[in-house]
């Protein structure tokens, strides 16, 4: 049973997210974080937990959900969420930023806790069972902790959401015939007919593509060039597909070669390859191409896909896919939120033990200096009196006295949780 003086205590746990569930996944750009660079998405970060006195803050963003999860004591109002929301996107409309206002779910105490442990556990992904989502949250957590945004509150529910993620994968078949969005895409080009020798461009060499490497390796397309912001990892992947060649992104524009397919998955917070780019990449060709765009939000702007003739395979296409495979694991998803129920339950035991230690954390200071006290000022015309063994017994029987002292409140206390 939830303690609800516990679930009280625990309020200040709050979610802000916009997911595949609510938005098309095209749309949750408009929730995330525009930046180039980590250090313009650390700037951004501390300026919005600067101005609304946010006490700890991780943000996750992946191409199923954009989430802010806090550790903070104000109330979620509308008002809130409006600022919070224009803060994000300054330039959004006002039917636009109130359609973001109304599309954004706030979660609070166990119900924030406990989306973090769904999302964590995959029960709340587009493809469910997918272990991708617990390196995002695990690496999100890691760059905002490094970055001095996180602190005791959000470490405390990180470590119950990676081990209930780890426990559900463990005791359920959630993860089992796996599929992924790299490999329903690679279905797809297979599809298509690509031939083997088709010239490929893959367009960053992130996690995904890494994957999506592996699968052309499998398959036994080589005839790939590797374009990537960092050339040592467009190298790495040149050299796990015995391919041809690794550029940086920014040799794209000057790339002549042209190509049959392109699978393209960078990072970037804002659709970026436009008509002018893609003409250049086109050349004089004008036959169809074959475009995977796993990107969220997509690589390709909207311009190209409606100018050229392309076969275009997108992630939100993908989502009906997935669901074939949601039939076989959803199953799984009623034995996997009881395992959560329970990982929620200890959550709270661990959280009220936390909030004593808390609490305590003071006490060891406070009777030494009561003893030191006692003995410096109080009784110390007395203690002078004494011959010296006395002095020494009653010495080892003060500080015997502060260690059982200090041990008593925490073991009252640990009585109380149990
Ligand atoms: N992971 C999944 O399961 C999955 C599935 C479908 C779609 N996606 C989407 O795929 C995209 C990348 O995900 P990922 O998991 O591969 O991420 P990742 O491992 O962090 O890799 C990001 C890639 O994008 C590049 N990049 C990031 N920001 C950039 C910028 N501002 N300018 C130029 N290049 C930039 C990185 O270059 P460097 O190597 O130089 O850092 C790297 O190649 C995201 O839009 C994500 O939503 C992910």
């Not at 992947?237 to 002549?256: I, M, R």
């Not at 406070?366 to 000022?377: G, L, P, R, T």
């Amino acid at each position: 049973m939830i303690n609800p003086i516990t679930s009280l205590l625990l309020r200040n746990y709050k979610i802000l997210t916009l997911t595949h569930k609510q938005a098309k996944l095209k749309d949750l750009s408009s929730f995330m974080l525009q930046h180039d660079t980590e250090e313009e998405l650390k700037k951004r970060l501390f300026e919005l937990r600067d101005a609304f006195g946010i006490q700890e803050l991780l943000y996750l963003s992946t191409c199923n959900r954009v989430l802010f999860f806090l550790n903070h004591s104000a109330n979620l109002d509308q008002d809130f969420l409006s600022n919070f929301c224009q803060s994000i996107q300054a330039d959004l409309s006002d039917e636009d930023l109130q359609s973001l206002v109304s599309n954004v779910q706030v979660l609070e105490g166990d119900k924030a806790l406990m989306h973090l442990l769904e999302v964590s556990a995959s029960i709340d992904s587009m493809v469910v069972g997918e272990r991708e989502i617990l390196r995002q949250l695990k690496e999100a957590y890691t760059r905002c902790q490094v970055w001095g945004l996180t602190g005791d509150h959000i470490r405390l529910a990180m470590k119950t959401t990676i081990e209930a993620a780890k426990e559900v994968y463990a005791k359920t078949r959630i993860g089992e015939k796996p599929i992924s969005i790299v490999s329903l895409a690679i279905k797809q080009l297979l599809k298509a007919e690509v031939p083997k020798k088709a010239r490929i461009l893959l367009v960053g060499a992130g996690q995904t593509n890494t994957l999506v490497a592996k699968f052309l390796k499998k398959h036994s397309y080589k005839n790939v060039v590797v374009f990537n912001r960092s050339i040592d990892k467009a190298e790495k992947l040149v050299s796990l597909l015995g391919a041809e060649k690794a550029a940086t992104l920014d040799q794209l524009a000057n790339y002549k070669d042209h190509f049959d397919v392109m699978i393209t998955c960078t990072g970037h917070t804002q659709s970026w390859i436009d008509p002018a780019l893609f003409q250049q990449l086109l050349q004089e060709e004008t036959e169809q191409k074959v475009v995977i765009d796993l990107a969220v939000p997509n690589n390709l702007t909207e311009e190209v896909r409606s100018q050229f003739d392309l076969q275009y395979i997108e992630v939100e296409a993908l989502r009906q896919l997935a669901s074939e495979n949601i039939a076989f694991r959803q199953r799984e998803v009623t034995q996997a939120k009881e395992l959560l129920e329970q990982q929620l339950l200890s959550f709270h035991q661990l959280f009220q033990m936390r909030s004593i230690e808390r609490a305590m954390h003071q006490v060891p200071q406070e009777i030494k200096a009561i003893k030191s006290h006692a003995m410096n000022q109080v009784f110390k015309k007395e203690l002078a009196d004494l011959a010296p063994e006395s002095r020494q017994l009653l010495e080892r029987m003060m500080d015997y006295m502060e260690r059982r002292c200090i041990s008593v409140p925490m073991v009252a206390a640990k009585r109380l949780v149990e």
